[in-house]
């Protein structure tokens, strides 16, 4: 159900998403941005602050704390997996895996090879005082309007 600490939700991660990719594009190796990388990246962080963040906004302060590192990883994750399953559709339509095992088992290393070069004190000091923020305000507008 729509409400306002959802919408605020939403309308907040999505561009602490996009300015926080832009942030990691220099610390890919040259050639190596992932397609549409600013774009998931906000559309999933639309995605989980609406279901996230903004499901719990008027718990409280303690509870906004919790759900904004809790979208904060949750987007992460997404964001980790969706790049990492794109790559591995790419490659495979390559024919660069022996089987699908193989294809589907590379969707993590593919992870962790994205992982390692985005895990940054800039990157994800931002992204966290970004989430924690984008939580509270969440939360001020879901008990305040709700």
Same mark, same amino acid.
């Given at each position: ?50 279901? @996230?963040?903004?499901?719990? /906004?008027?718990? +409280?302060?303690?509870? &906004?704390?919790?759900?904004? *590192?809790? =979208? !904060? ?33 590379? @969707?993590?290393?593919?992870? /962790?090879?994205? +992982?390692?070069?985005? &895990?940054?004190?800039?990157? *994800?000091? =931002? !992204? ?19």
């Amino acid at each position: 159900m729509p409400t306002f600490g959802r919408l605020t939700a939403a309308i907040l991660f999505a561009p602490l998403c996009w300015y926080v990719s832009l942030l990691a594009i220099p610390l890919f190796p040259e050639g190596r941005v992932p397609p549409m990388w600013a774009e998931i990246n906000a559309v999933i962080g639309l995605l989980m602050g609406w279901i @996230i963040a903004g499901k719990r /906004a008027g718990d +409280g302060t303690s509870a &906004a704390i919790g759900y904004g *590192l809790t =979208t !904060f990883a949750a987007i992460i994750f997404w964001s980790l997996f969706a790049h990492s399953f794109i790559e591995m559709i790419d490659r495979s339509l390559n024919k660069r895996y022996d089987g699908p095992s193989e294809a589907v088992i590379s @969707i993590m290393e593919l992870a /962790a090879e994205l +992982g390692g070069w985005l &895990a940054t004190p800039l990157v *994800l000091g =931002t !992204f966290v005082v970004g989430s924690l923020i984008a939580a509270l305000i969440t939360e001020y507008i879901g008990s305040r309007y709700s």
